[in-house]
């Protein structure tokens, strides 16, 4: 894995989005696999104002995107799909078809993992994929204890992951407990993977990631086998190093 250590998350924000905007540029058709939470907002903001400097195209973009809650539909403004509009679709010249989440309101989500896993397949597979770090090591919603060969499908998630997110609802009990999330085998066949990793609150979990083994406890771990992965860290994310 290669680190570049930046002094701040505007900096993070700014280099993940120069990567992102060159995999563009290099290739208009290109497959980029996004995250949501509240790391990649500044790189999506990045991505707007880029957008509407340069114009940057995105028309034959395709983006698949890692995960959705299960039960709440795309107007729900606390879905992942609602997220991606909010932050980065709406603002773009990308068509919606060509913008894909998981469908987590299928009566047959099992189905719908399975269809996920195709449709990512038929494009070729995904050119760059974004990914933000859990305070537990999760990449996706791939919690701790998740099989290195797993692939798109219906997760629980862990009491510790609904708690980092419950700030995005009124209470934790409103906190969805499943999810569909693309599995760690689909990740990890990513050509290339960004992974974000800003704040004191992942200064933990980003130490325990660049010394630990690699083992299904600690989800990131499996990024050190990829060929090409660059970790961008913050200060304030690489302070315990
Ligand atoms: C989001 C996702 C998660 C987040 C991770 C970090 O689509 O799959 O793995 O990237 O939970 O979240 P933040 O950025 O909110 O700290």
Redesign the pocket.
Known sequence: MKIIEVADYRALSKVASEIIIKQVQQKPNAVLGL??????IGTYRYLVEDYQKNQTSYHKIHTI???EYIGLNHEDSRS?SYYMNDHLFQDINIPPEQTILPNATNSDCQKESEKYEERIESLGGIDLQI?????NG????NEPGTSFASKTRVVKLTES?RN??ARYFQSIDEVPTYAI?MGIATIMKSKEIIL?VS?KN?ATILTQLLTSNITEELPASILKTHPNVTVIADKDALSLT
């Open positions: 995250a949501t939470g509240g790391t990649p995107n890692l995960d992942y990914l933000g770090l859990g305070e999760h990449i996706g919603f992951t980092a997110n999330s974000l704040g992942k």
